[in-house]
């Protein structure tokens, strides 16, 4: 009986998700952990290797619904056979009435993000140019997996309201709440 118990407790350690230890410290990712990190957090797997061998598309269905991409790093290195980074982004098609100083205004009001811009856009069928938010992760010196799902958060946070920035709508649409540009001057400091 003990035999039974024994090698059902390794069993079922051996079936759980290989993060259960949100405080563990990772140094580097392969595709399965990318996977790993999106289900815990509760998001949905859309489509694997799209934008190379360690990448994945999710949908956030936490709330924003929105589309993001993981995108391993630094991989198959002299350090490690996975990735040592990982490249987190929100895509937007952008559709010409955004410009290149909001976006480079983006880059400043949310310094935890990176703002950018991309004619040739992403997807190899039809080039669509292409607004992205992005978070990127480095996994060197190791890092918790908590960190690497609050990372994602906060980059699911920051992107709509960078969206909402460059295109001009919600709260930052002309006549909005939010303190304009010209708020922001120099005389103020």
């Known amino acids: ?85 990982i490249n987190m982004q929100v895509r937007y098609d952008a559709d010409g009435t955004e410009s290149l ?3 480079n ?21 039809a080039v669509v140019p292409t607004v992205g938010i992005s978070r990127y992760v480095i996994l060197d010196g190791g890092m918790t997996i908590r960190n690497v799902k609050d990372n994602l958060a906060n980059l699911l946070a920051i992107a709509p309201q960078v969206a909402d920035y460059v295109w001009e709508t919600g709260e930052y649409a002309p006549g909005g709440d939010v303190a304009s540009d010209e708020d922001w001057s120099d005389d103020e400091w």
């Open 1 to 85: 009986m003990r035999r039974i118990l024994v090698m059902f407790t390794l069993a079922s350690a051996l079936a759980a998700p290989a993060f259960a230890d949100d405080n563990r410290i990772i140094k580097s990712v392969s595709l399965q952990d990318l996977e790993t990190i999106l289900v815990e957090e509760g998001h949905t797997v859309m489509s694997k290797g799209d934008d190379g061998a360690v990448s994945v598309r999710a949908t956030d269905t936490n709330g924003t619904g929105l589309i993001f991409n993981l995108l391993g790093t630094a991989c198959g290195t002299e350090y490690s056979v996975d990735c040592l980074g």
């Open 101 to 103: 100083e909001r976006i």
């Open 105 to 125: 205004a983006a880059n400043l009001m949310w310094g935890a993000t990176s703002a950018w811009y991309s004619a040739d856009g992403f997807e190899p069928e």
